[in-house]
């Protein structure tokens, strides 16, 4: 498994902390701004004095870092520090969330999800689409996507903010170097230069795009959405067509991983991979609505949006129905396997699932805890704790967003200098 730092994504900044002797001034200073954006999204407003305490850094450096950071609209000065000691109190900075957007766009099977985030991770534009993606070609398939995120383009344009980057999310393997989709069963997706094809369609003033797997920008969502203890070690599950998953360790991404086809399917049926047996056959959606519903019932229908048709199902379960209430409690026994598996694998004190897992969650989440904790070895054993996403389908859209502002937190000083507002006003009221 390869392990890097959260969300570099291919566009890693010269971290060289650690290693000043080999620095040059300039890389040593992007090092240093990128420090010093990382310190305040992970502790929030703080003064320039507190900084310079954080970081180690003198506090003259510190005065001249959050200049450059004000001249490239990504801090600004919000507050007094009316908590400070003795002397005159001074303005804390802050992360700026005025001008600087990163896009996530995720192809699932069966939708479409563009979401922009801002600096300080809220979101300020988003968009589903329903689409029977293995329907379509490739290309007929990348085209609607390639509307879809035109139109962020735009909303984010209008908003008076600059988009930095965007980042595509897929299921399957993917090469991020190439910015092709090698293998995504799911599709019918095999060797798609998927980045190439969005370029050409946004045309050569987009901005750049990067490639990730849907759960791998899951996993990130889930820890960049609130960075603390109980989510540096987590395991990330998420149930679409596919199951795909992806771990937080140390806060930071570890990739590579195929559990949607470990083979735990009792009834060892053949997958779209080309193995038989595979765990996505008896926990994916497929599964669920095989089980819950006939063909022509309208849960099947991939032109309604899956929140409305998880809707549905939640509607039926809530009142009752027993076909419904029969297939949740047979994808929660199976669930359970799988689940049960990592925990002995990866021993995580964490595992959230995402995706329709989260949706149905009510109806998965207790039973599935419930057999973990029954099979543990002992009453001492380390407990998994099991959850729900609380970041809706959007997520792995939400973590290709966070990707691609990674870039500027590992490197600032990509990003232009903020030009004057037009209306004469200014940016650091
Ligand atoms: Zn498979």
């Known amino acids: 498994m390869r392990q890097t730092q959260p969300g570099t994504g291919g566009t890693a900044g010269a971290v060289l902390a650690g290693h000043p002797e080999v620095a040059d001034k300039a890389s040593l200073r992007r090092t240093n701004l990128g420090v010093m954006l990382r310190q305040l999204r992970e502790n929030g407003a703080q003064s320039r004095t507190h900084l310079a305490t954080a970081t180690g850094l003198p506090k003259a450096t510190v005065s001249v870092l959050v200049a450059e950071l004000i001249q490239r609209g990504l801090v600004r000065e919000g507050e007094l520090d009316r908590a400070g000691a003795v002397g005159r109190p001074h303005r804390m900075v802050e992360l700026d969330g005025r001008w600087i957007c990163g ?110 797997n849907d759960a791998e920008s899951g996993a990130l969502a889930e820890y960049l959405a609130a960075p603390d203890a109980d989510t540096r070690e987590l395991v990330y599950v998420t149930g679409g067509i596919g199951v795909g998953g992806a771990s937080i360790s140390g806060g930071k991404l570890i990739r590579g991983s195929e559990i949607g086809h470990m083979k735990l399917d009792r009834l060892d049926r053949p997958c779209a991979c080309g193995r038989t047996g595979c765990w996505e056959l008896a926990v994916g959606l497929g599964a669920l609505l095989d089980a819950a519903a006939d063909p022509a019932d309208r849960v099947h229908d991939l032109s309604v949006d899956l929140a409305d048709r998880l809707g549905e199902l939640l509607d039926r379960a809530d009142a009752g129905d027993a076909r419904t209430l029969a297939a949740l409690a047979t994808v929660a026994d199976d669930l359970a396997l799988g689940l049960g598996v990592l925990a002995d694998v990866l021993n995580p004190p964490r595992i959230v699932l995402g995706g329709y897992f989260a949706v149905l969650e009510r109806y998965l989440v207790g039973s599935v805890q419930q057999v973990l904790d029954d099979r543990r070895i002992s009453p001492g054993s380390p407990r998994v704790v099991v959850s729900a996403s609380a970041l809706g389908l959007s997520n792995a859209a939400r973590g290709g967003a966070h990707l691609t502002l990674e870039g500027i937190f590992q490197d600032p000083s990509d990003v232009p200098v903020r030009p004057e507002p037009t209306d004469g006003g200014t940016w650091s009221a």
Do not use: K, Y
Request: proline share 5%; net charge negative.
């Open 103 to 212: 896009i996530g766009a995720e192809i699932g099977p069966d939708h479409l999800t563009v979401l922009a985030l801002d600096l300080r991770g809220t979101v300020v534009h988003q968009d589903r689409r329903a689409l029977d993606v293995p329907a379509l070609t490739p290309q007929a398939a990348l085209r609607e996507a390639a509307d879809l995120v035109a139109d962020c383009l735009s909303a984010v344009t209008d908003l008076g903010m600059h988009t930095i980057g965007i980042t595509l999310v897929t299921q399957g393997s993917v090469d991020a170097a190439s910015g092709t989709v090698t293998v995504a069963s799911n599709f019918g997706w095999r060797n798609v230069r998927a980045v190439h094809e969005l370029r050409t369609r946004l045309g050569r003033h987009a901005p750049p795009v990067l490639l990730e």
